[in-house]
Structures are given as C-alpha cells and as structure tokens.
C-alpha cells in the first residue's frame, strides 16, 4: 500500500511526502498561488511520464534489448464533451484529455518496435488512468 502526505504550507504551496522523499506542488499566478511548484495536473503527469520512461527501461533490459533513450511528452486539456473526437456518444459537460508523445531510440527491428508501442502505454500508472480510479471511505476530519 502507497500513502501519501500532503500539508499546506502557505496560500497554496503544499509539501507532499510518502515518508522517504519530499516534493512539493503549488498552483500557478493566474490560480491564486505562487508559482513555486508543479501544479497538481502536472504532478499526475509527471507520475504518468516517470512511469512509462521505467515501464520501457525495465522491459528492455528483460529482453536484452540496447535502449538508448526513452523520453515522453503529456499534456492535460478539459475539453467540452461535444469537441472531442474519441469520446463516448454518452459523455456530456467537460472531459479530461491527456495527450502523449513518446520517443524510444535503439537499434530495434520492427517487431520490437511495435512491441515497444504497445509496452509504452500500458505502464501501471497509465491502466490506473485509464481504467478509472474507485475512491475508498474517505474520512473529512474539521476541526
């Protein structure tokens, strides 16, 4: 089990810790923060990226397979159901979008390079996404 921490530490500036490291989120200007930090969308896709670069790094070094490089490229938009082009026919108000661009460089024949397509996005972060997430008991404690 993963846990994760979170305290506000001004206006909108965060310190997030899983109990052996320490990064920090905060939310852009024009949203009311400083600007010290990656912004949340940018922390998940961060985690997103970071996942897929070690998804394809560990998958080569199974096979044997020289990789040179593996870089990655997300973006998140909100878009309105009725713009986009691969949603459901029942999807209404505002859809969450992520985009990707991901370059592996090596010397691959083409059925390791379409192996590799297929292995770089099904990391363990991308399926979370992708299958949706169920929230357990949440517990709001004000004081």
Not at 77 to 89: F, G, I, K, Y
Request: aromatic content about 6%; charged content about 30%; proline content about 3%.
């Amino acid at each position: 089990m993963t846990t994760i921490t979170a305290d506000l530490t001004e206006k909108t500036a965060v310190r997030v810790s899983n109990g052996r490291h320490v990064w920090h989120g905060d939310e852009p200007h024009d949203a009311g923060g400083d600007d010290g930090a990656p912004n949340p969308y940018e922390l998940l896709l961060g985690a997103l990226a970071a996942c897929t670069c070690i998804t394809v790094s560990l998958y080569c070094q199974h096979k044997g397979w020289a990789l040179d490089n593996v870089s990655v490229e997300y973006t998140h938009d909100r878009v309105h159901a009725d713009d986009c082009e691969d949603c459901d026919e029942d999807s209404t108000g505002h859809l969450d979008r992520v985009r990707s661009r991901i370059f592996i460089d090596g010397d691959f024949d083409d059925a390791q390079r379409e192996r590799l397509k297929q292995v770089a996005v099904r990391c363990p972060v991308h399926k979370t996404l992708d299958k949706g997430i169920t929230f357990g008991e949440e517990q709001v404690l004000v004081g």
